[in-house]
């Protein structure tokens, strides 16, 4: 049974609520809301709700892009070779994809891309192709999410002739590359205003500031922006400021001009409808992952930089069948170790779980990490063996920082990198058996009792009166969703189940039909709680939900999306 969660209503200042209700002339709890994500006046309200690209800023403003940039017109006037290298996810994928594209347009020199092999060459920049751009006679590389821990390879490139130029997002250490240029938010001394770009925006940065320089129409960069969004959503970062102004007009170019590849991914993926970032994380970002996680990431690049329909279909065709592929190894390996963690007799008392088999795919440990945390909620990392080393990929909980812990086990590592939530490693096989014991000694003594239960954060209390379509109008209007913005969640107290209409589906899943006893009535989906369909026949009970549109047969209707439900404290 997945594990009971707690649930947090945010606290938020009554002052402020008041102050954009009357300044807004809207209801309380969609102020709360606002608030809630900083929004604290008319003017930020505005500019919430009316993003605008002017609103995006100066990429100049980015430590080292005049430098870049310059490096960049320099070789483009001495007919130099360009290489441009990115990482083998969505981000990479994306982010070659675009400044590619970009100067494949306005540079008629030679110029390639590169994507590492995930299992022949790991994470970053490779030994393999920096020998690769030295062999064929590449003065520059543009590498693009990624780049930022390569110290010794960008060395090495720099002592073949090389410059490199390094464009990523992730976070530095104290150490950083010697390279020609860095553009990256998070290392010290950048004044940019905004640190929590993808790293396809960093590309769409580095595009922007060439296109000032060379005199180029900003639609000359913007018609990428259907790239960007996809980024955004596949790499899960924080849903404001520019990320937010990127995504919306990225979604909007999607549902109105979207690349063929794009396009063509959706109809492959039967949705009819406009997309959405939901979309983008679970109907685009999975194909043109799989890529990278089953065979070879230079298929998405090829995919995305392709003009042809006939190759474009084959190619969808392709990643199409890879994420299949991806599926029945995730499933087969998440039950796998389900079983091995039921079987453990330490699972109740440790803090951490750290499974190694050498003979899982390298390309779903990340995937198989996040469903561990599903069933045992606590800091996981999943291992396999490639190349006569371990690698592997960690997850984390609410709250806990586990690139921290990893980094606190670094004299084990060969190599490592992440993020808060998110983080990869690769380590000699010999030393596995000491790391899981050092990980969870680190776990132990840093992670809190509450981040050890699963939270539901909750943005407003409502009675279920409010729940129509007026309120689900505006809420739209917070789109698109994602961290920092997420979509809002409601908690309605003293619910009784309407009529014996709520029941259970399939064995897993409950369909609501509730009411409370001012008269109005919801109907909705809670989808794997379907065991707690006794607490809604039973009644009283409280709900927590999302708001979402039911489309059927041409006709659409406002239910909830169930997240939660607990008997109701009174009852």
Known sequence: MKPEKRWTIRPVDAQIVNRLSD???????????????????????????????????????????????????????????????????????????????????????????????????????????????????????????????????????????????????????????????????????????????????????????????????????????????????????????????????GVKKINESPCLAISTLKELGGVMRPLTISDLVFVIGPRVNAAGRMDDARKAVEFFIETDPGKIQALASALHSDNDDRKEVDKSITEEALSILQEDETVATRKSTVLYRPHWHKGVVGIVASRLIDHYYRPTIVLTSANGKATGSARSVSGFNIYEAIHECRDLLDNYGGHFYAAGMTMNEGVVNEFIARFEKIVAATITADQQIPEIEIDAEIPLSLVKPALNNILKQFEPFGPANMKPVFLTRNLYDYQGGSSVVKDLHLRLVAHQKNGAIIEGIGFGIGDKFEIVKEGPFDMVYNLEENEYNGNTKLQVKVIDVRKSPNA
């Open 23 to 249: 300044a807004l002339n809207i209801q309380p709890a969609i102020c709360r809301i606002l608030a809630l994500r900083g929004i604290t006046d008319y003017e930020s309200a505005r500019l919430f709700f009316r993003p605008e690209l002017a609103h995006l800023h100066d990429p100049f403003l980015m430590k080292g892009m005049k430098k870049a940039v310059d490096r960049i017109s320099e070789a483009t006037e001495w007919h130099e070779r360009i290489m441009v290298y990115g990482d083998y996810d969505v981000d990479g994928t994306t982010s070659v994809a675009l400044l590619y594209s970009f100067l494949k347009k306005n540079y008629d020199g030679p110029l390639s891309y590169y994507i590492p092999h995930r299992y022949r060459e790991g994470y970053g920049i490779s030994k393999q192709g920096i020998d690769y751009a030295h062999g064929n006679g590449y003065t520059l590389l543009i590498t693009l999410d990624c780049g930022i821990k390569s110290v010794e390879m960008i060395t090495y490139a720099q002592s073949l002739g090389i410059d490199v130029i390094v464009c990523d997002h992730h976070l530095p250490d104290a150490n950083i590359p010697s390279a020609f240029a860095i553009l990256n938010p998070k290392q010290r001394d950048c004044k940019y205003p905004y640190k929590e770009l993808s790293g396809c925006g960093i590309g769409f940065k580095l595009a922007s500031a060439l296109a000032l320089q060379w005199k180029l129409p900003m639609d000359s960069v913007y018609q990428y922006l259907d790239l960007v969004a996809s980024s955004i959503a596949a790499d899960i970062v924080p849903m404001d400021g520019e990320n937010r102004v990127l995504a919306y007009y």
